[in-house]
């Protein structure tokens, strides 16, 4: 591979490394599991649905 081929290939690494990075330190480094102990009322809630025992036949 010649430098330019190579060029593209390094960037977008660097990129998926920075973006990493961030994601690491805006979201506070929590996993789904720490944030499901934290908050069990946000991560277990159940919401309801409206069913309808009305069957039409098309």
């Known amino acids: 591979m010649s ?5 593209p290939f ?3 690494f660097a990129l998926i490394i920075l973006c990493a990075i961030l994601a690491r330190f805006v979201g506070g ?3 789904l599991a720490e944030y499901a102990s934290k908050h069990p009322d946000k991560a277990y809630g159940t919401t309801t649905e409206a069913v309808s025992d009305d069957i039409s036949d098309p």
Request: charged content about 35%; cysteine-free.
């Open 10 to 12: 390094i960037i977008i």
């Open 29 to 31: 480094g929590e996993t």
């Open 3 to 7: 430098k330019e081929n190579l060029k």
